[in-house]
DNA sequence: CGTAAATTTGACATTCGTCAATCAGTGTGG
DNA sequence: CCACACTGATTGACGAATGTCAAATTTACG
């Protein structure tokens, strides 16, 4: 297969238009909301902001006075202990809302770093109450999307402390493939994947060179590919039976 | 030391009084919170549960229609794989909100089990959105407490990713302590401790076996004490530099 | 007292981590 | 164009942490 093959890799530009036009809002896996509800956000819009590849979108240490939603790219929340060690809770696409959790921060509190360029809406913290009381439909959508976003760590929780290192793998392809395919990410059955072994093995809790190892057996059973930063699922019945985690319908999120 | 020398485990009566009295609200974990709001907390809920120790309170395969507040006793919620492994996702002590997460349901669940004998409030889960609407700040308290929540499970990931054994349970023991002491349930530094081994092993992501021998090692060592049910930290600040995990000034938590 | 559940222990198997070296791709400067 | 450096991926050898099995012991409780 040669470079040519595979489809471009997607660079929205940077969100300059009114939330109503908002080229997320379009796809299916978002819920659709009144005119009224996107106005009241985008009055609460502060700004955008842009994040290369690789850099601190919030800091571990102090959190950012503003929230996000991510626009477009990759990124993932973290947490590292004193010695290093660090543990990938999970990772964020378009649509996903950045920083609530700090929010009612108590010290503790986690990071947030691109994986690739990354563009984002931002929101005062300040403001966040004021969101709420000027319209509690929203406030009911922003608690919706915290209680998703748990259901999230529950399932790695479950990953890291119960599977074995084939179990999270497979898991964590399916999982990733899920989420870019309902992002609007997948094109011709490749989806994009631009994170390296030490991001997985960060998200799973496994060493590199085991993680590394993993992924190589799944992949010469034929699972999967993986080429050039795209990942396609060869035998998503396999990965998903060997993961013991399966695809259910679901509703569109909202979209603040 | 004899049995006489342990405080009483602690049985409140059922709730049968109301809100205003709630005698969870006089513990200052929680936040003040205006009569208004506390009155209508009082008309959204729909009654009292008892789940004797061992009960389950939310079916792992479907929702209950019901969100709660644990007003006394211990709980847990846990997911289990298809194969029987079992990954406890958290304790709960009373003034935790249970339930939330299945509000926005695709599928994915998880159960919610009784250790002690446990007594909540009751919420029908359909008026929800109209507490919501009725009182934004308690929409805004609610989201607090799953953003709180997501924290704890962020923790409990940390701890199953990236921790070892001894670092696991050092983590376990002096997080427990110090919730029950914020909710009142220590006394004479001793705390309620009701689990079994096989509790705190699904709760780290280790073996039974494996547990019991770390859980010997650090009680060798004189770091705790565990007795009939009943925990001492003997050494805190080892157990927190041993689990890498120290004590946060913490605020006050909304109560709904 | 008798039974079941929970804890404890030892022996052993397996998974996973660590170390160290090599290989492959990419970009840079000459 | 090539030598070089750098990062990420890959592999093998080995050791340590953890899991599994089976049995003994203690505790809880009717």
Request: neutral net charge; proline residues 6%.
């Amino acid at each position: 297969m040669k470079f040519e093959d595979y489809p471009a890799p997607s660079h929205p530009p940077r969100c300059a238009h009114p939330c109503e036009e908002c080229t997320l809002r379009a796809i299916p896996a978002f819920l659709a909301v009144g005119s009224d509800e996107v106005r009241t956000i985008q009055s609460f819009r502060s700004g955008t902001r842009v994040v290369e590849a690789g850099g601190v979108i919030v800091s571990e240490d102090r959190p950012s006075p503003q929230l996000f939603t991510l626009y477009s790219g990759w990124a993932f929340r973290y947490k590292t202990l004193s010695d290093g060690r660090r543990q990938i809770l999970g990772f964020l696409l378009p649509g996903d809302f950045i920083g609530l959790q700090d929010e009612f921060a108590d010290g503790h509190t986690h990071g947030v770093e691109a994986v690739t360029d990354t563009t984002m809406c931002s929101f005062e913290r300040d403001t966040l109450w004021n969101l709420f009381h000027a319209r509690p439909k929203l406030g009911y959508h922003i608690t919706w999307l915290a209680a998703r976003e748990e259901k999230l760590v529950d399932d790695n929780l479950v990953t890291a402390g119960r599977r074995n290192a084939s179990e999270r793998v497979a898991m964590l392809l399916m999982h990733l493939y899920r989420r870019a395919e309902r992002a609007g990410m997948v094109r011709d059955g490749w989806a994009e994947f631009p994170f390296n072994q030490q991001h997985i093995a960060d998200a799973l809790g496994l060493s590199l060179v085991h993680t590394n190892k993993t992924l190589r057996r799944l992949q010469r059973l034929g699972l999967y590919k993986l080429d050039s930063g795209w990942l396609r699922i060869l035998e998503p019945h396999a990965l998903e039976t060997l993961g013991d985690y399966f695809e259910r319908p679901m509703q569109p999120l909202p979209l603040i």
